[in-house]
């Protein structure tokens, strides 16, 4: 059980990272690289893919059965959550899965549930 929430919260911090390059970065690899670098002082972008990064990395380690990944999984979470909801983002319910907030906090509910259900 332990596994599937890993993988539900891998793909959760996996969608949040692919919304957030592909809304401030863009998906095309001619000018990743620039746009990526124009976007590294901007904290809209900033925290979202930290967030992710560290979503997914804990999901990943999770999954593997390593400890510790649950909580490296709320960091995140609470990175993307905590900094959506400081810039007053509206919870729309017809597009909630691109709402930066229901998906932070998405993750932290997986994050959590990842640890409560302990390894075996």
């Known amino acids: 059980m332990r596994r599937i929430a890993a993988l539900l919260l891998i793909a959760t911090s996996g969608w949040l990272l692919y919304q957030t390059m592909g809304h401030f970065v863009g998906l095309s690899p001619s000018a990743l690289y620039e746009n990526f670098a124009r976007e590294l002082g901007n904290p809209a972008f900033l925290l979202p893919a930290l967030g992710g990064t560290l979503g997914l990395a804990g ?25 959506a909801l400081t810039l007053d983002q509206s919870f729309e319910i017809s597009r909630i899965w691109e709402n930066e907030a229901a998906v932070g906090i998405t993750i932290l509910v997986l994050a959590g549930l990842t640890a409560l259900l302990g390894r075996n």
């Open 59 to 83: 999901g990943l380690i999770a999954f593997f059965g390593g400890p510790g990944g649950a909580a490296i999984a709320m960091i995140g979470g609470i990175a993307v959550a905590g900094f």
